[in-house]
């Protein structure tokens, strides 16, 4: 099956991986992103490999960044999934946290999704930048700094953000357009029968 | 985690994981009537409760058809998602095609997404039904008698079809809505900030 992959570019994705995560919403964007191309590790932050989601599906990740010789900065861009605990599970991993203010800081890509772009605006990441999240944790952006737009995904600069499961897709076409182009969503919607964004 | 679900109905559905399935298709359908309260369990046919997708993804499914003691009679929904080779994998196992015919004879719920409607096709299920199928695989269904529509889910009496992942929500409500009803679609539709459909 690792025959199906053809690989577009050597930029690399990370997608982060806790207890308590939205399934659904890590793994369409893992999916989408490698449909494009693009490598991409499934990243457990549990010190397992095995990890449980808040719908009680079980991913089998890639690595975890317990391993030795993981390293963030092998990752030109750093994606956090929603779901509760999983959000509260990412916020508390400091080598995580450490991580994403290196990246901000750099301007390198981040990216977040339904209540994960709390996490961002809790580090300070958000401050006087567009954004959104799932709707119940918008107030947590405000009183951080962000300007809260209500679209499907709002991307300002190296910061995308999205809304939640109903809009993962959306935000999974979104990063294979800023890592390729929109050549290759337009191929990649053709190819998952997706009307919407 | 265990504590999420609340039970809403007594009715149960299995989704069918091969491997080489179309991950997120799976998961997306299991994650949303997980959601709304139907007992749902993933199903591997490959003998191991440990499946890989065609995106290679490793999910760890509830049980096995090889499970002593499993029964399909159980169900009240048999659900294929799509993907190769995880269709001709579905296709190729006996005990699911026998029970999809019981099941369609009897008038009891199946549904498939993406490539799958063409074992229902094959099993001769769709002919002089509607039904609609990743557009790679409809001339099978129409092959087989089927009248091929291009909504992203057609619903024909105790059949629903499907077109790809980015139909896959759709899929899930419609399902949802089968089992449940449409209130309790429309409150999924706002717990997932999902504008479609």
């Known amino acids: 099956m690792i025959g199906m992959f053809k690989q577009a570019t050597n930029k690399r994705v990370a997608v982060f991986f806790a207890s308590g995560l939205e399934e659904c919403e890590a793994l369409i964007l893992v999916d989408l992103i ?19 989601g808040s719908h009680e599906i079980t991913i089998t990740c890639d690595c975890t960044i317990d391993d030795a010789g993981f390293d963030f900065e092998a990752y030109d861009m750093l994606v956090l999934p929603g779901g509760l605990p999983g959000t509260p599970n990412l916020a508390a991993c400091e080598p995580l946290t450490r991580a994403l203010k290196t990246f901000a800081a750099a301007g390198k890509e981040i990216a977040a ?37 209500q679209d499907s995904v709002v991307v300002d600069g190296n910061i995308t953000t999205s809304q939640g499961l109903g809009t993962a897709i959306d935000l999974g076409l979104a990063l294979v357009g800023k890592i390729l182009g929109p050549e290759d969503v337009e191929d990649l919607k053709g190819k998952i029968v997706y009307q919407g964004a």
Chains 1, 2 share one sequence.
């Open 113 to 149: 999704i339904c209540a994960a772009p709390s996490v961002f605006a809790e580090l300070g990441l958000l401050e006087d930048r567009y954004a959104t999240s799932n709707p119940g944790f918008q107030e947590v952006l405000a009183k951080y700094g962000a300007h809260v737009l």
């Open 34 to 52: 490698y449909r494009a191309g693009i490598p991409c590790d499934k990243v457990s932050i549990t010190g397992e490999r095995e990890v449980t």
